[in-house]
């Protein structure tokens, strides 16, 4: 048969990525469990406020991240050198802003 990108047989691709997805999940149950059982409830609510104010500023890197990802693409599909350059630029002045006002 036919050979994924990654060179190994799809029925192992599958059963690494469903491996994966499983670790992922048990991890993220595992670290719930933990907090819970070894945080005071002062140190549980600062670590709620906290991502409360995290989640945000991870949501506006990722959504610069992805503007910045898109347009590199295009220009350089176009074979704008200079789009690029501009657009590189603004991601990292942007991201650097952002990083100083978080």
Excluded: H
């Excluded at 994966?20 to 670290?31: C, P, Q, R």
């Excluded at 002062?42 to 949501?59: E, G, Y």
């Amino acid at each position: 048969g036919i050979k994924p990108p990654s060179g190994m047989y799809p029925c192992l691709d599958k059963v690494f990525m469903y491996s994966g997805i499983f670790a992922i999940a048990a991890l993220n149950v595992t670290i719930a469990n933990s907090t819970q059982a070894r945080l005071t409830v002062p140190q549980r609510n600062s670590m709620i406020a906290a991502d409360a104010f995290l989640t945000p500023v991870k949501d506006i890197f990722q959504f610069l991240e992805d503007t910045v990802t898109v347009k590199i693409t295009y220009a350089m599909a176009q074979s704008d050198s200079e789009a690029v350059n501009a657009v590189l630029f603004v991601g990292v002045v942007g991201g650097a802003i952002m990083g100083a006002i978080a």
